[in-house]
């Protein structure tokens, strides 16, 4: 079992920056795939961005080029660093983590979710 918690949302305007992170619990963090989706008001839940074991990633065209994603598997987190934040990036952001799976950016791809954390970007 995985419990994950992330931190780090907030209200930010339009051209700013916030870093989410992810602290995961157990002693596999550093073989799961982890990946970050969003939320919006009465949209489905969508792929950010996700990072595999080895440390590759992939990115939603939307976030290319403004989002980075990294782990630190000995802090067993992961980061999201958001920069050049747009209106449309509202939504709660969440962090989840799967066994390797070709389909990274669908959700059923993953086992364990956190809560979930709300980024604001106000225009």
């Known amino acids: 079992q995985v419990q994950l918690v992330e931190s780090g949302g907030g209200l930010v305007q339009a051209g700013g920056s916030l870093r989410l992170s992810c602290a995961a619990s157990g002693h596999t963090f550093s073989t799961y795939t982890m990946g970050w989706f969003r939320q919006a008001p009465g949209k489905e839940r969508e792929f950010v961005a996700a990072?595999?074991?080895?440390?590759?990633?992939y990115y939603a065209d939307s976030v290319k080029g403004r989002f980075t994603i990294s782990r630190d598997n000995a802090k067993n987190t992961v980061y999201l660093q958001m920069n050049s934040l747009k209106p449309e990036d509202t939504a709660v952001y969440y962090c989840a983590a799967g066994y390797y799976s070709a389909s990274y950016s669908k959700p059923s791809a993953y086992n364990y979710w956190g809560q979930g954390t709300q980024v604001t970007v106000s225009s």
């Open positions: 990072i595999r074991s080895l440390g590759a990633t």
